[in-house]
C-alpha cells in the first residue's frame, strides 16, 4: 500500500516525540510492505515564527492532499502574549474546521503495565477501566456566534454561543454509536440538559439516533455526574458521546485517572477528508529539547492513523503490542518511571519500540 502523510510536527516537545513516531511508522512500512511518503507542515508556534499564522495556508493545502495527518502538539510560553486571533491554538482549531474533523476519538485505557501509575483505588479500576469519549470537533461552544469581548451596560464583557444543529448532533451521535457496536456496546451521551436548551435538542436527536441502534444501550448523564462517577466508578463507561466544551474537560478526566496521559492517542475523523491523528497530551515546553519526552502516545497515534485511515489492523496490532513489550521488558521515560525499572531517553524509547517490532 502506499499512502501520503501530511506531518506536523509543532511546538514544544512536538519535534522530539514525531522523530520517534516516524520511525516506528517506518520499521512497520518495511516490515510490512508498505510505502509511506511524509511531506512536513507548520502550524501552532513554529508557524507564528516563520509566517506570522498559526496555520498558513500551504499547510491546509498540504492537509487536504494527504491520505492522513499526523501531529506533535501546538503552544508554549513564548506565544502566550500574542494577540488572541493568533495565538498557536487558534491553527489547531482551524484545521479541524477546514477539514471538517467533527468527530474527536478519546480512548482512556489502563496500561496493565501500569497499573501502578493510576490514580484510582485497585478496587476502583480493578473493575475495569477501558472507554473512549467520543468528542464533538467542529461546532458547540468553540465555534458558536455571537462570540467576542466589548463594553456591555459599560462594563467589560466577554461571550460566547453554544449551539448545535440536529445535523451536527445526528453525524457525532452515529459515530457513538457506531464505535461502540464494535465495543461493549454501551453509549452514555452527556449534556446539561436540566439547565441548557442546547443540551436539550442534543439529548433529543441523540435518542432519535438511538432508534436506530437498538443493539446499544444509550444511557444520559448530566456533565457535572459524568466527571463524577468518571472518578467513582469508570467501569460503566464504554463510549462517551458529548459535545465540544464537555468533551474537552472530560477527555482530559479521563485520561488522567489511567495514570497515563503520555501515553494516550486520539483521532480526529471527518467526513471525505483525511483524518487527523495525535496525542492527547500538550507541548510540555519545560521538557522540550531534552530527550525526556514520552514518544509512545505519539507512536500509538500511528497505530490508530493506520487503523482507522488505512484500515491496516494488523499494522497497528503490531505498534501496540511493541508499545506493551517495551513496557514489560521495563523501559520508561520520566513521566512514567517507578521503582526497579529502567530509565530512557525520547530516542532510546523510540528505538526500544522499533526493537520490538
Ligand atoms: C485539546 C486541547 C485544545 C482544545 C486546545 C489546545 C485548543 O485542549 O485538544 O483538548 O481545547 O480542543
Ligand atoms: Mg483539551
Not at 462594563?155 to 457506531?178: H, L, P, Q, S
Not at 503490531?318 to 513496557?327: C, D, M, N, Q, R
Request: aromatic share 6%.
Amino acid at each position: 500500500m502506499h499512502k501520503h502523510i501530511c506531518v506536523m510536527p509543532g511546538d514544544g516537545i512536538g519535534p522530539e516525540i514525531m522523530g520517534e513516531a516516524l520511525k516506528v511508522l517506518k520499521a512497520v512500512a518495511d516490515k510490512f510492505g508498505h510505502t509511506f511518503t511524509t511531506e512536513n507542515a507548520l502550524i501552532g508556534g513554529s508557524a507564528i515564527d516563520a509566517t506570522g499564522g498559526p496555520l498558513p495556508e500551504a499547510t491546509v493545502t498540504a492537509c487536504r492532499k494527504a491520505d492522513a495527518v499526523l501531529l506533535g502538539a501546538v503552544g508554549g510560553p513564548r506565544w502566550d502574549t500574542l494577540d488572541p486571533s493568533i495565538r498557536p491554538e487558534k491553527g489547531l482549531l482551524g484545521i479541524r474546521k477546514a477539514l471538517s474533523l467533527f468527530a474527536n476519538l478519546r480512548p482512556a485505557t489502563l496500561f496493565p503495565e501500569l497499573a501502578g501509575a493510576c490514580l484510582l483505588r485497585p478496587d476502583i479500576v480493578g473493575r475495569g477501566l477501558d472507554l473512549i469519549v467520543v468528542r464533538e470537533l467542529t461546532g458547540g461552544i468553540y465555534f458558536g456566534k455571537p462570540a467576542g469581548t466589548g463594553v456591555r451596560d459599560g462594563k467589560r464583557a466577554g461571550w460566547n454561543t453554544m449551539v448545535y444543529d440536529e445535523e451536527e448532533i445526528a453525524r457525532i451521535a452515529r459515530v457513538a454509536f457506531e464505535a461502540a457496536r464494535k465495543r461493549r456496546k454501551k453509549v452514555c451521551s452527556v449534556d446539561k440538559a436540566n439547565v441548557l436548551d442546547v443540551s436539550r435538542v442534543w439529548r433529543e436527536v441523540v435518542m432519535e439516533v438511538g432508534r436506530d441502534y437498538p443493539d446499544v444501550e444509550l444511557t444520559h448523564l448530566y456533565v457535572d455526574n459524568a466527571a463524577m462517577q468518571l472518578v467513582r466508578d469508570p467501569s460503566q463507561f464504554d463510549v462517551i458521546v458529548t459535545g465540544n466544551l464537555f468533551g474537552d474537560i472530560l477527555s482530559d478526566e479521563a485520561s488522567v485517572i489511567t495514570g497515563s496521559i503520555g501515553m494516550l492517542p486520539s483521532a480526529s475523523l471527518g467526513a471525505g477528508n483525511p483524518g487527523l491523528f495525535e496525542p492527547i497530551h500538550g507541548s510540555a515546553p519545560d521538557i522540550a529539547g531534552q530527550n525526556l519526552a514520552n514518544p509512545l502516545a505519539t507512536i500509538l497515534s500511528v497505530a490508530m492513523m493506520l487503523r482507522h485511515a488505512f484500515s491496516l489492523d494488523a499494522e497497528a496490532n503490531a505498534i501496540e503490542k511493541a508499545v506493551h513489550t517495551t513496557l514489560r521488558q521495563g523501559f520508561r521515560t520520566g513521566d512514567i518511571m517507578e521503582e526497579g525499572k529502567t530509565r530512557l531517553g525520547t530516542v532510546e524509547m523510540g528505538a526500544r519500540v522499533v526493537e520490538n517490532l
